[in-house]
C-alpha cells in the first residue's frame, strides 16, 4: 500500500524556514492548522465531531437523499493509493455526501490550503461527481471538482473526456481522472483578498502538475474546507469512493514575515 502526502512549494518553503521541531508526524511547526486521517481521534472510525489535529474545527457531515452515515475509514482497498485515510462515499449513488471543515480563523493572504486525496476509479457511472472547494459562510469562492455528464454530451457541452475543471470560472484543467486516481496534491494560495492560485500535482506524475491563477467568486473571508460526493454507488472493493489523507494551512501568520525575510536573504548579492 502506497502512502502519500506532499506538502506544495511555499508549504516546503515555510518548513525551512522554520526550524522549531514538528508538532506532529509530517507537520512542520510553520503550519497553521493541520490534521491527518492517522491521527488517533479517528482510531475508532470518522464521525461528526472528530478532530485530530488543529487549527480547523471538527468534522461536520451532511447527506442529501440518503441516510448516513456514508464515511468511514479506510486502509485496506487495492484504490486506495494513499494509506490510511477518510473514505467519502455514497450508498446508492443518489445521494450527495458533504464532509466540511471551518478554519479556526479566516484564510490569510498568502496562505495555502494543501490537501492530499485520492479521486473514485474511472467513470463507474454518469451524473457521478467529486469535488473539493473552499467556501466563505458555506458559500464557494473556489473548487476543482470532476462531474461526469452522460457520454453522449461529453465533448459537446459537457465536461469532455474525464477532465477536472478548477478555479471560479469552471476552467477546463489539463488533469483527467485517470491521471489523479493514484492520488494528487491540491494546493490554493490566497494571493490576496480577491484572488488565489492554485496546482494540482498527481502522484507519480508531477511533470503534469497543472496550474491556474485568477479572481476568486463572491466575497468573505474564506472560512471553509469542503468535499463534496455524489452519483457512485459504494461498491465493496472501495472504488466508487473518494479518499482524503490529510489536510494543512501553511504558513502560519507569523511566518509570512520570515518569508519575505529570507527571499531577502538570498538575493544574490551585487559585485
Not at 26 to 50: E, H, K, L, N, R
Not at 242 to 256: C, H, K, N
Request: hydrophobic share 40%; net charge negative.
Amino acid at each position: 500500500m502506497k502512502s502519500h502526502f506532499s506538502l506544495g512549494s511555499r508549504a516546503a518553503i515555510a518548513c525551512a524556514v522554520s526550524s522549531a521541531a514538528a508538532m506532529i508526524p509530517q507537520v512542520c511547526s510553520a503550519q497553521f492548522a493541520a490534521d491527518y486521517a492517522t491521527a488517533s481521534a479517528y482510531a475508532d472510525g470518522w464521525q461528526a465531531g472528530d478532530n485530530g489535529g488543529y487549527g480547523f474545527t471538527p468534522w461536520s457531515f451532511s447527506v442529501t437523499g440518503g441516510t448516513p452515515p456514508q464515511w468511514t475509514m479506510n486502509s485496506s482497498s487495492a484504490y486506495n493509493q494513499l494509506g490510511t485515510a477518510w473514505a467519502v462515499y455514497s450508498a446508492s449513488g443518489a445521494e450527495v455526501v458533504k464532509a466540511t471543515r471551518g478554519f479556526s480563523a479566516p484564510l490569510q493572504p498568502g496562505q495555502t490550503v494543501s490537501i492530499t486525496f485520492d479521486n473514485p476509479s474511472g467513470a463507474l457511472m454518469d451524473y457521478h461527481g467529486f469535488a473539493v472547494g473552499l467556501l466563505s459562510g458555506g458559500v464557494e469562492r473556489v473548487s476543482v471538482w470532476r462531474y461526469a455528464y452522460p457520454w453522449y454530451w461529453e465533448g459537446a457541452g459537457g465536461n469532455p473526456y474525464g477532465q477536472w475543471q478548477a478555479g471560479a470560472s469552471s476552467a477546463l484543467t489539463t488533469l483527467t481522472e485517470a491521471q489523479t486516481s493514484q492520488g494528487v496534491n491540491l494546493d490554493i494560495t490566497l494571493t490576496d483578498p480577491s484572488t488565489y492560485a492554485l496546482t494540482m500535482t498527481p502522484f507519480g506524475h508531477p511533470e503534469l502538475a497543472y496550474s491556474l491563477a485568477g479572481p476568486l467568486a463572491g466575497s468573505g473571508g474564506i472560512d471553509q474546507l469542503q468535499f463534496s460526493f455524489w452519483g457512485i454507488p459504494h461498491l465493496a472493493d472501495g472504488s466508487g469512493d473518494f479518499f482524503i489523507s490529510g489536510m494543512a494551512i501553511v504558513p502560519e501568520p507569523s511566518t509570512l514575515a520570515l518569508l519575505g525575510l529570507g527571499g531577502l536573504l538570498f538575493l544574490p548579492r551585487r559585485k
